[in-house]
């Protein structure tokens, strides 16, 4: 049964690296191999876990910030608010990857997940960063360290998945990451400044003529 069991996990991650959607191959080689190598008898335990999960109020909150997260990359409002801090954090050297930062770490505390936080960073920010003549390492390396951040800020998926296995109290984990997280947005950030200051050319910040095209028409608004 062990041998199965591996079989299993290699045959999955085999799929996904072949671009298979996640949910039919957990789903589908889960169903098959429990049809070749279970007993029948197995099988009626499978609806009461069914059921279980259903009935599992804590896990309701996955799909919500998932879609919350969909929502904010089709919408647009990541772009701007990307925009925005970037214009005001401009001036200085790095200016901009502290506003992926940033608005990573907001998008983390409005998602709690990675996926779609990483995709609309990667997509918005990337490309702005390279043709201002960001350093590709220090580009890339930032826009995957601010996306993780929603493992650890919450709401966190991974947070209330551990607490739904653990049994522990989701708010209590929350409360508990809140700093850790705050102090990790805080680390990047002291990093990306000391870099920039001491490498000016591989994170110039932006020019007054942005600055000022930015800050023409309802500035305050822009802000709020």
């Given at each position: 049964m062990e041998v199965i069991a591996i079989i299993l996990f290699l045959s999955i991650l085999v799929l996904i690296l072949y671009g298979f959607p996640v949910a039919f191959t957990l789903g589908g080689l889960s169903m098959i191999y429990a049809i070749l190598f279970l007993e029948p008898?197995?099988?009626?335990?499978?609806?009461?876990?069914?059921?279980?999960?259903?009935?599992?109020?804590?896990?309701?909150?996955?799909?919500?910030?998932?879609?919350?997260?969909?929502?904010?990359?089709?919408?647009?409002?990541?772009?701007?608010?990307?925009?925005?801090?970037?214009?005001?954090?401009?001036?200085?050297?790095?200016?901009?990857?502290?506003?992926?930062?940033?608005?990573?770490?907001?998008?983390?505390?409005?998602?709690?997940?990675?996926?779609?936080?990483?995709?609309?960073?990667?997509?918005?920010?990337?490309?702005?960063?390279?043709?201002?003549?960001?350093?590709?390492?220090?580009?890339?390396?930032?826009?995957?360290?601010s996306g993780t951040l929603g493992q650890i800020i919450p709401p966190s998926v991974v947070l209330v998945l551990l607490g739904s296995v653990l049994n522990v109290s989701v708010g209590d984990l929350f409360r508990s990451a809140i700093l850790p997280g705050l102090i990790l947005v805080l680390a990047y950030i002291i990093y990306i400044v000391f870099h920039a200051h001491w490498h000016p050319e591989s994170a110039p910040g932006l020019t007054k003529e942005e600055i000022l095209k930015f800050k023409q028409g309802d500035f305050v608004g822009k802000i709020i």
């Open positions: 008898s197995s099988f009626h335990a499978l609806p009461p876990r069914i059921m279980g999960v259903m009935s599992n109020y804590v896990l309701l909150a996955v799909p919500l910030f998932v879609y919350m997260g969909i929502m904010l990359e089709k919408s647009g409002l990541a772009e701007s608010l990307l925009d925005t801090m970037s214009m005001l954090f401009g001036r200085l050297d790095g200016g901009l990857a502290v506003s992926v930062v940033i608005v990573g770490a907001l998008l983390a505390a409005s998602t709690g997940i990675v996926g779609a936080t990483v995709i609309t960073m990667g997509l918005i920010s990337l490309p702005t960063m390279l043709k201002r003549g960001y350093d590709p390492a220090l580009a890339s390396g930032t826009i995957a360290s």
